[in-house]
């Protein structure tokens, strides 16, 4: 299983970009990073995935380290919105097993 | 038009009791998931099926019973319920491979008495 260490919180200024990392040192070579942010109760939202590239859309960019082993989410222009429980899942899918860890929970300052 | 729907949305009954909650998905997906969410915020899967089959049970009591009538619906009934059952219940829904994302529902706030 590809098990995910995360900060458990951290704030970011409105409108600057958020950064937010993810350790996942024992990912395989097959197993995307997933990143998913819960607001408030309700579902989780997926934000974005990636294998080895660096991808971006219309809501954050991830960027992965070259070995793999940790990850970035950027959020480029955040608002009050964004405050969020960020999640970063490595799914073992030989496992079917898409466990969430504790996730940062992201304030967004006025 | 939207993707995950379950309901109801808020669920408060007494112990003993048996209750089911409804998830739909109208996203052509192939494989639907349970998650339950304590107290602790912390999202655990409990039962995966594909294509109307179990592939996925993480030790959850066998008083949960999830059924799939088709791919686009997987329906989880608990019977006895005990406080402990208390938690938001969310269904989620993907293609099932290593390259697609979940997609989630709104969830189902259940309440044990």
């Known amino acids: 299983d590809a098990k995910t260490t995360q900060p458990p919180s951290m704030d970011c200024a409105e409108g600057r970009a958020a950064n937010l990392p993810c350790n996942h040192s024992?990912?395989?070579?097959?197993?995307?990073v997933y990143w998913y942010r819960q607001i408030h109760s309700q579902g989780p939202q997926y934000i974005i995935h990636g294998l080895k590239n660096n991808e971006t859309n219309e809501m954050a960019s991830l960027i992965i380290t070259e070995d793999r082993k940790s990850s970035t989410l950027i959020l480029p222009h955040a608002t009050l919105r964004d405050t969020a429980v960020y999640y970063c899942?490595?799914?073992?899918?030989?496992?079917?097993?898409?466990?969430f860890g504790t996730g940062t929970r992201l304030t967004i300052i006025p | 038009d939207t993707a995950v729907s379950q309901t109801p949305k808020y669920l408060v009954t007494q112990m003993g009791n048996d209750k089911s909650i409804k998830c739909e998905q109208n996203?052509?997906?192939?494989?639907m998931y349970w998650y339950k969410q304590d107290s602790k915020k912390f999202l655990k899967i409990m039962f995966s099926?594909?294509?109307?089959?179990?592939?996925i049970n993480e030790t959850v009591p066998n008083r949960f019973s999830p059924k799939s009538p088709d791919k686009a619906h997987l329906n989880l009934h608990i019977n006895s319920l005990e406080l402990g059952d208390s938690a938001v219940y969310f269904c989620a829904s993907s293609q099932g491979t290593v390259n697609s994302p979940l997609h989630f529902g709104n969830g189902t706030r259940l309440t044990v008495t």
């Open positions: 024992t990912i395989s070579g097959n197993e995307y």
């Open positions: 996203l052509g997906h192939d494989t």
């Open positions: 899942i490595g799914p073992n899918f030989g496992n079917e097993k898409l466990t």
């Open positions: 099926y594909n294509n109307k089959e179990l592939i």
